[in-house]
């Protein structure tokens, strides 16, 4: 999942970029030639070439064939050195378009150095209250962003949108690049009703200006549509993507880089949906484009490679979905700060992987390093704190120390209810969590309030055939069977069953869950031919997943 930001010059751009550090060097070889054959250039053609090669960059992005202008760009900035001298605004143009190619690619500790030479040249020139100021500022902004590091990119987004307001040389797109990573930052660091209502301002804005189906409009139509998955409003968050791709598919074409990011949040949408099987297709559709457009090694193909082992672990493929993170993690530790959120986040699903496969030390160790690292980025109170939380939560629990598991618990609800309200899909999690703990605890009464309470929830959320929904009843139906009313029992653990099946597949692990609950509620009934065949089935539902995943 992505969101996209754009640069000064309007090009949009998503997530933390790089592609490998050997394809740089050997670009960098074979520039010297080129460069040496412009020095004799008389200085007239020297101008034209520097603009031709100028607008030459700017399309080559907008088409998103960024390795192919970062050589450009390269050559250009030399070009612009020799012909114009290095404090001519010519120069800090071309800086400009050199640090926004490597930003496109993520190549972050090159563009920065970039961005700041080209920012400091243009202030001594002609001060702060400028246009070309007011972008560059944007662009800081943005790379801080898209590296996980909020707290540096708020105040530059803020400030080049209040320049670009009204400073000399302003321009109305400029304005709204600016408006639009201001809203990214919103959204990312929780504050998603005021992203909602300045991604709405905007899209009217540059509806107004450049019409319905213009790439740019439709980042912050993109934008919006992320913000309607966080607030789990799933029905207008797909309506809104799906315009999305029809458009820039037809405008930007198949293969174009954006597209990838909208296949890849409406495939996330569909699996928050427990729609594994078209989220799946989506995130291989996305990681196939990314692959051939930005390379292996981009920090979106780490992205993508997140979001398919989501996947994986959804259907229990443990061993699949521990490849793909290691690779992501391995592509975003060379592209990305240390303490970065976006690492982070990929960080904590390897945690949940090894959670699940009982590996609770390492799951701890990585819960705790995303646990210091969105504390510091976003502040105690985000839902990114919440959700660390919650998971050391779990570990707790799974090693007997309820207290602890409770007490964490019961702050990751608090902030949850504090940033969602009381019916999001993160404080049913969180509730759920609860009720295992009281069940835990003996104190089966609280956990049925809990449980009914999500299961309602999640029912209206998700649809009556989710797979929360049936792993909610299976739940309420342990609870009915520890205070052996296995008549009350009954009705929901048929209906788990049921359901579980038919949204995670026959041969998922939580079948056979389902199936053994099932078993011991028919016990308890006195039917004990119908649980012995329930518990052979569940049998085979394990043996069967083993087969397929050693």
Same mark, same amino acid.
């Given at each position: 999942?992505?969101?996209?930001c ?6 949009s ?6 592609p ?7 670009m ?5 030639l080129?460069?040496?054959?412009l ?10 070439e520097?603009?031709?090669t ?30 114009f ?6 120069t800090?143009?071309?800086l ?12 972050y500790?090159a563009?920065e ?8 040249m243009?202030?001594k ?13 944007t ?20 400030r ?39 991604f709405?301002?905007l ?5 107004k ?7 740019e409009?439709?980042v ?9 998955e ?6 207008e968050?797909?309506a809104t ?11 930007l074409?198949p ?8 296949l ?18 989506l995130?291989?559709?996305a ?13 979106d ?8 082992a989501h ?11 521990r ?17 970065s ?9 390897l ?10 030390d ?10 210091t690292?969105?504390k510091?980025?976003?502040?105690g ?19 007997g ?11 990751? !609800?608090?902030i949850n209810?504090?940033? @969602? #309200? &009381?019916? $999001? %899909?993160? /404080? +049913? *999690?969180?509730l759920?969590? =609860?009720?295992?703990l009281h ?13 009914l309470?999500? !299961?309602?929830?999640?029912k209206?959320? @998700? #649809? &009556?055939? $989710? %797979?929360? /929904? +049936? *792993?909610?009843?299976d739940? =309420?139906?342990?609870v ?5 009313k ?16 038919l949204s995670? #597949? &026959?041969? $998922? %692990?939580? /079948?056979a869950?389902a ?7 028919l016990?308890g ?17 394990l ?8």
């Open positions: 999942m992505t969101h996209l754009s640069t000064s010059h309007g090009l751009i998503a997530g933390p970029r790089r490998a550090v050997s394809r740089i060097l050997g960098n070889g074979l520039l010297f080129a460069l040496s054959g020095v004799a250039l008389p200085l007239h053609a020297q101008e034209e520097w603009q031709k100028h607008d030459q960059i700017q399309k080559l992005n907008d088409a998103g064939r960024y390795s192919e202008s970062l050589p450009l760009a390269i050559r250009n900035l030399q070009l612009a050195k020799d012909t001298g290095l404090n001519q605004p010519n800090a143009t071309s400009t378009d050199l640090g926004e190619v490597n930003l496109q690619l993520g190549e500790a563009a150095p970039l961005l700041r030479q080209a920012l400091e243009t202030e020139a002609v001060g702060t209250n400028n246009g070309r100021a007011g972008g560059l500022m662009d800081l902004g943005y790379m801080y962003c898209s590296q996980g590091k909020y707290k540096e990119a708020d105040p530059l987004a803020r080049g949108m209040e320049i670009l307001k009204s400073a000399p040389g302003s321009t109305e797109k400029g304005l709204f690049t600016a408006m639009n990573n201001v809203a990214v930052v919103d959204e990312q660091e929780g504050r998603y009703s005021e992203a909602e209502v300045l709405k301002e899209i009217q804005k540059k509806e200006a450049f019409g319905l189906d213009d790439p409009t439709l912050s139509v993109h934008n919006l549509s992320r913000i309607f966080e607030e789990a409003k799933y029905a968050a797909v993507q799906e315009r999305v791709i029809a458009s820039w598919e037809r405008t074409g293969n174009h880089p954006h597209v990838a990011i909208a890849d949040e409406l495939a996330r949408i569909y699996w928050r949906q427990g729609k594994f099987e078209e989220a799946e297709g995130y291989k559709r990681l196939a484009i990314s692959e051939t457009v930005l390379g292996p090694d981009h920090p193909v780490a992205m993508e490679l997140s979001d398919l996947v994986a672990m959804s259907k229990a493929e443990f061993g699949k979905a490849l793909l993170l290691e690779r992501a993690v391995a592509i975003e530790q060379k592209s990305l700060p240390a303490d959120v976006i690492l982070a986040s990929t960080l904590s699903v945690g949940d992987v090894n959670f699940q496969t009982e590996r609770y390492d799951a701890e160790a990585q819960y705790r390093q995303v646990l690292i969105v510091a980025a976003l502040g109170e985000h839902p990114r704190v919440a959700a660390a939380l919650g998971s050391l939560s779990n570990i707790a629990s799974r090693r120390d309820i207290a602890t598991a409770m007490e964490l618990a019961e702050k990751c !609800l608090e209810e504090k940033a @969602f #309200g &009381p019916e $999001h %899909p993160a /404080v +049913g *999690m969180a759920s969590n =609860l009720a295992y069940i835990q605890k003996g104190e089966f009464a609280k956990a049925e309030v809990l449980l309470r999500y !299961l309602e929830m999640a209206q959320i @998700f #649809g &009556p055939q $989710h %797979p929360e /929904v +049936g *792993m909610t009843l739940h =309420l139906a342990q009915y069977c520890k205070e052996k296995y008549a009350a029992a009954d009705p929901p653990s048929a209906e788990a069953v049921a359901i579980v099946k995670l #597949g &026959p041969d $998922h %692990p939580a /079948v869950g199936l053994q609950t099932r078993a011991q509620v016990r009934l006195g039917r004990n031919e119908e649980a012995d065949a329930a518990d052979e089935e569940a049998e085979q539902v043996a069967r997943h083993a087969q397929r995943n050693p």
